[in-house]
């Protein structure tokens, strides 16, 4: 027994010199991403099938951190000359990529034009593709992990509250009243709570109801836009929020996805929650989850527009001395990453959705929608009518900041310190003031 | 006794001191160098359009009331944070002085939590706090007691600041334990035959004796408190709810790091090493006199 782990090391050691021999012909390329656990296996799966796959690119996956830490990383990087050949960008961080100066990065259009591989924009989902595009079209950043927001819920809850737990509310009023059952029932120790509060009560809804979330189509035709989330249906939709938690129906429950603790202990009755939660609620969670769509509010609109996306795409990136087929490989990377079998395997092993229609129909083919249901409402909601200036994204440069006000005058606003107008006022104010900043910056 | 070494030439005295000067160099002049350029550029996140601004960002920031609540509100944060640390640590280490069975054992706990990374620390009170996940949170809720330091800005300030200061107990503690134990037994027992009580003894004799270490102390707290608390309050809070828990060193973050405004963070870094540099003279002054008398 010994000896054969002996023989078989000792193997290993001489056919080493041989495999790096091989990898050194090879066009090595380096990509940044910030997966963890589950989601970093996958991209290394990923990095493995492309590199089997053919024999001229060595592709290496590096975890870099968080999604803000892989970005700060990579800026660091590019001002060391250093800047790896793909960088996984979370999608607030487009408008500042989209924005840099000069040649930091080489977007898709010019990379497939330079390189004669083609990278068909049109194969994309609409919804996606929008917040990764020029305003012609031509794509800047290649789309990746996309997910949307949904609405997830306790049947358990449901059940107790003595509401239909195959029927999710479908508007504000509806959700309004579900929440209030499930208070007065005591069916669930939150009745209504939501994850990432700027993305889906403020992003998402503007989209939904086909609302601007600011000037220049959601910043799109210029650096000069202005927000104005602070218009009347904003407005009322806070105040909704505002009441329902005086009244105990709604509980905040912090920044970002600090939420999604309580979606997936089930003590919410009602969570609005990221689509790509669906992979650690299958594995964990201990009670009945249901999924529907974002609700929205039939006193603006009839039938709701798309929702938009969450998550993140990649950039190729310049370093001095970077040649021709390093570029050609990223190139070659790219459009791998596109086969639908690619696409399909990746969102069903994740929980993000599949970003290009081929990719969606093979999942829908091999039956994945049918043993998962609800599993294919992110992708009809997203991909739902046709895409308007209002539902294609938001290209704000300094986006993650913007949030970060928008947090804290809701919280103020939460804690009775301000009414709904008068943060909603503030968090504009303020937020200009970034967006201005941000315009000088790029023009210096 | 004049114990001053005289050289023969200068080659061998510089290169003595040269590796200190060197590491110095490199580990603080330059990026503090570095800060102090970047303070008065305007720049985006890549770095390829520098433009030399002069004061621009200082005085943008002296103009933002935000950047002056925030100010208040590190000054409020650090002397909580000060005196709460050092209290607890000095009345711990008043007890740990006396004879009891299996002082070691305590002094050893209470050194504990000075191992434990500020992050970590965090991610322990959040179980421990939290109002839904966490045990004394949950508990408290039941009791009636409405807490949730995610809407309350003061529950918030409250728990920063018993973190933060929990953090820096222990290493008062080891402090203060020695400056008990360097104060003379006779001095103690000679107010003990003149009658003096527990607590006349402590205000007379232990405090005045005590005082360089407490002034010594009061200053690293103080820096402790302004800087060090980064990792704890970004864990716990992120600076919220509101800007509630924002003191200076976390706005330097969130402008540099996640708003990529180069300019602005590195102001008020340069801002912040001011107060430190006045702060480090204030100390050497007082206890450089102290310890000539």
Redesign the interface.
């Known amino acids: 027994m010994k000896r054969r782990t002996l023989l078989a090391g000792s193997a290993a050691v001489t056919a080493l010199p041989f495999a790096q021999a091989r990898a050194a012909e090879r066009t090595r390329i380096v990509w940044w991403h910030a997966m963890t656990a589950a989601l970093a296996d996958q991209i290394t799966r990923i990095a493995d099938e492309f590199n089997k796959s053919q024999d001229t690119v060595e592709l290496q996956a590096v975890y870099k951190g968080g999604y ?1 830490d892989t970005m ?1 990383a990579a ?1 660091a990087a ?2 060391a000359g250093q800047a790896p050949h793909l960088v996984q960008v979370f999608e607030v961080g487009t408008g ?1 990529m989209i ?4 040649k ?1 990065v080489k977007q898709v259009w010019e990379l497939s034009k330079e390189t004669g591989i083609a990278l068909e924009p049109k194969n994309y989902i609409g919804a996606v593709r929008g917040y990764y595009s020029l305003p012609d079209g031509r794509m800047a950043s290649m789309p990746f992990n996309s997910s949307t927001a949904v609405l997830w819920y306790n049947k358990d809850a449901f059940k107790k509250a003595g509401l239909d737990p195959e029927k999710p509310p479908v508007t504000w009023p509806e959700v309004v009243k579900a929440a209030q059952a499930i208070k007065a029932a005591n069916a669930a ?2 009745p209504m709570t939501t994850s990432w509060p700027t993305w889906i009560q403020l992003e998402q809804f503007s989209a939904l109801h086909n609302l601007p979330f600011a000037t220049k189509s959601n910043g799109f035709e210029g650096l000069d836009a202005e927000l104005v989330f602070n218009s009347k249906h904003h407005v009322t939709h806070v105040q909704r929020l505002l009441d329902m938690a005086k009244d105990g129906t709604f509980k ?4 970002d996805n ?1 939420p999604d ?2 979606l997936y ?1 089930g ?1 919410a009755g009602i969570t609005f929650g990221s689509s790509s939660s669906r992979g650690t609620l299958v594995k964990t969670a201990k009670f009945d989850f249901g999924t529907g769509l974002l609700p929205y509010d039939p006193d603006i609109i009839k039938a709701p527009m798309n929702s938009i996306i969450g998550g993140a795409s990649l950039w190729t990136m310049t370093a001095p001395g970077r040649t021709p087929a390093e570029y050609k490989a990223v190139a070659q990377f790219l459009q791998f990453l596109a086969r639908p079998e690619g696409d399909a395997l990746w969102s069903q092993n994740t929980g993000y959705v599949p970003v290009t229609f081929a990719g969606f129909e093979l999942t829908q083919k091999q039956g994945y929608y049918d043993k998962n249901p609800g599993a294919d409402l992110a992708v009809k909601q997203l991909a739902r009518g046709s895409t308007t200036a209002n539902t294609k994204g938001l290209r704000l440069g ?1 986006l ?2 913007i949030r ?1 006000i928008i ?3 809701l ?2 606003a ?2 009775g ?1 301000q009414t709904a107008q008068a943060a909603l006022d503030s968090a504009v104010t303020r937020g200009n003031k ?1 967006l201005r ?1 941000f315009q ?3 023009k ?1 | 006794m004049d114990r001053r070494t005289v050289f023969g030439g200068w080659l061998l005295p510089v290169l003595l001191v040269l590796p200190q000067l060197l590491l110095t160099g490199f580990f603080f002049y330059w990026p503090a160098g570095e800060a102090v350029w970047s303070s008065m550029t ?10 030399f601004v002069g004061w621009d960002n200082f005085a943008e920031l002296l103009a933002d009331p935000l950047y002056l609540e925030s100010a208040v509100r590190t000054v409020v944060f650090c002397g909580a944070v000060s005196i709460l640390a050092m209290g607890l640590a000095l009345a711990l280490a008043v007890f740990a002085d006396r004879e009891v069975r299996g002082r070691h054992a305590y002094r050893t706990l209470l050194i504990w939590p000075y191992a434990v990374a500020p992050a970590m620390s965090a991610v322990l009170l959040l179980f421990v706090l939290d109002p ?2 966490g045990l004394l949170g949950r508990w408290l809720n039941r009791m009636g007691l409405d807490w949730d330091y ?4 003061n529950q918030a300030l409250l728990m920063v600041v018993m973190a933060s200061a929990w953090k820096q107990v222990s290493y008062n503690f080891i402090f203060f334990l020695a400056g008990l134990q360097s104060i003379p037994r006779a001095v103690t027992e000679a107010a003990r035959m003149d009658g003096a009580k527990g607590w006349h003894r402590f205000r007379t004799i232990t405090v005045p004796l005590l005082a360089p270490t407490t002034f010594f102390l009061l200053v690293v707290n103080l820096v402790y408190a302004a800087f060090d608390t980064f990792g704890t309050i970004n864990a716990l809070t ?1 600076g ?4 509630d828990t924002e003191t200076l060193v976390l706005k330097v973050f ?1 402008d540099g ?5 180069i300019g602005s963070s590195s102001a008020q870094s340069v801002i912040l090493m001011l107060g430190v540099i006045a702060l480090t003279a204030v100390q050497f002054r007082f206890l450089g006199r102290r310890t000539e008398t």
């Open positions: 803000a700060n800026i590019f001002r500042t924005n840099a100066p000069g930091v120790a939150i905040y429950a912090g920044r600090a603790a309580i202990s003590d300094n993650s900041e970060n947090q804290e005058e919280e103020k939460l804690q310190g970034v900043a000088k910056t790029i210096a | 305007s720049q985006d996140a890549f770095g390829e359009g520098v433009r839904r996940v995610h809407l309350n800005g992120h919220g709810p509101g800007k969130r790091v996640v708003n990529q405004d």
